[in-house]
């Protein structure tokens, strides 16, 4: 995707504050990325639950954007990680899920979540005006 | 009922104890595991009264799980041109090449998509047995030839060059040519997205006179499989950590319909994988008359 100009759009209100966007499909990563760097987001991106883990390690992002289905480490797996460690036990996760069972919301919602978005009942543009809602709390 | 609950620890079977309210009052390791692995359907097999209650044997809902899995799997993509064309809509100063970007995305797939719905369908007609077998007199060196062709460029894409090896002048089989097809485009698909980049993919056509069939391999120079790999991969659905890294929108169908085409046209489907020769998949075709 070419953001050369999609960057002149950027939104200096949420400059500054970085998201890590873990999805596994790309084309629906490429879109969530471009729409948050619009939104004037710092994105950075994992396909995967074992890089995601690195990466949030590595730098606490400000929200995890988090899908359930992921290669190796799903997205439930990881969340349960992220709580059980000192470093990462209080960074802000978001599910973002094609799957609403109502198993995964519970085991997602006690683990203490921003909220769990099931992704084919919102428009792109309703989940990033859900991501800042949540930023601004 | 202490050495009841002791004895039924034991089996490998899921099993809970209910009271008469439904209650659970037992259940054991195997019950434990399935209720709480994801992504399991569960339905109940078996009821038989207990003394103040009930022994329930459960079991894995394949038509259940199946169901979900299929959800999920359509989802994915609906989603993605959903966001795509609200994105093509509703931004006003896309540039031209980003639209083109965005119309790309939603070519791709939608034509993911058909091929899902179209595997789909193929499974339903081979589990439930109506899959229609018409065999005709084919050549399977043209067949071969003829998918290399339409694969290269994919290969091209990593550097990848496939070879093409036969002593054979022709090989004429009576088979299903389009299920001939659907196989060797699967396996031949397979081995450029797991073979490595700047590597070959070696594809051989031989005569096994001992056996009555023509055989072809499919090498790739990749990763070798696991053990859990080695005994799944023939399942429906099944898709190993590695291949949803390589290729995460992948179906787990792919292999499973093969072996049921090579199946349905008369052959047989194996394969060997090692860390030193990348993984090598081979069928057969019965010899024609």
């Known amino acids: 995707m070419n953001n050369k100009n999609s960057a002149k759009r950027n939104n200096s209100r949420n400059s500054g504050k970085t998201i890590l966007v873990v999805e596994d ?13 619009e939104s ?15 990466m949030v390690k590595k730098t606490i992002p400000d929200l995890v954007w988090l899908d359930v289905y992921l290669p190796g480490i799903n997205g439930l797996e990881l969340l349960k990680r992220l709580r059980g460690d000192v470093k990462t036990k209080d960074v802000k996760v978001a599910i973002v899920s094609v799957s609403g069972s109502n198993k995964k919301i519970e085991i997602a919602e006690k683990l ?8 084919s009942n919102y428009k792109l543009d309703e989940l990033i005006e859900q991501v800042d809602k949540i930023l601004k709390k | 009922m ?22 659970i009052l037992f259940c054991n390791n195997a019950a434990a595991d399935l209720l709480m692995s994801s992504g399991n359907a569960v339905a109940v097999q ?13 079991q894995r809902d394949l038509a259940g799980s199946m169901q979900s899995m299929v959800i999920h799997q359509l989802r994915a993509p609906l989603t993605a041109i959903r966001w795509n064309v609200d994105l093509l809509l509703s931004t006003a100063r896309l540039a031209k090449e980003e639209k083109l970007d965005l119309l790309k995305n939603i070519q791709k797939t939608n034509q993911h998509l058909i091929s899902l719905v179209n595997d789909l369908l193929m499974v339903g007609r081979m589990d439930s047995g109506r899959l229609e077998v018409r065999p005709k007199s084919a050549d399977l060196k043209d067949l071969i030839l003829e998918r290399i062709e339409l694969l290269a460029p994919i290969a091209n894409q990593k550097k990848q060059k496939i070879v093409f090896d036969s002593r054979l002048q022709r090989a ?15 396996l031949l698909d397979n081995a450029i997205e797991y073979g490595f980049s700047d590597s070959r993919v070696v594809v051989t056509l031989s005569r096994e006179e001992k056996d009555g069939a023509y055989l072809i391999a499919i090498k790739d120079f990749g990763l070798s ?17 590695e291949a949803h890294k390589i290729r995460p929108n992948g179906t787990g169908l792919g292999l499973y319909i093969a072996k049921l085409a090579v199946e349905a046209n008369g052959g047989t489907i194996w394969f060997e994988s090692s860390a030193e020769n990348g993984t090598t998949f081979y069928f057969t075709v019965p010899l024609s008359g």
């Open chain 1, 112 to 119: 203490s979540i921003e909220g769990y978005f099931v992704k």
């Open chain 2, 46 to 58: 078996k009821t038989l009264p207990l003394d103040g209650g009930h022994l329930i044997y459960l």
């Open chain 1, 25 to 37: 499909n790309d084309s629906l990563s490429k879109l969530i990325q471009l729409k948050l760097e």
């Open chain 2, 172 to 186: 004429n089989a009576h088979i299903d040519t389009d299920l001939f097809i659907k196989t060797f485009e699967n």
């Open chain 2, 2 to 23: 202490r050495s009841c609950k002791a004895f039924l620890s034991k089996s490998e079977h899921p099993l809970i104890i209910s009271d008469t309210g439904n209650g």
């Open chain 1, 40 to 54: 004037g987001y710092q994105v950075l991106s994992a396909m995967n639950g074992e890089d995601a883990l690195k």
């Open chain 2, 225 to 241: 499989m696991s053990e859990e790999d080695r005994h799944k991969l023939f399942s429906k659905f099944y898709r190993s950590e």
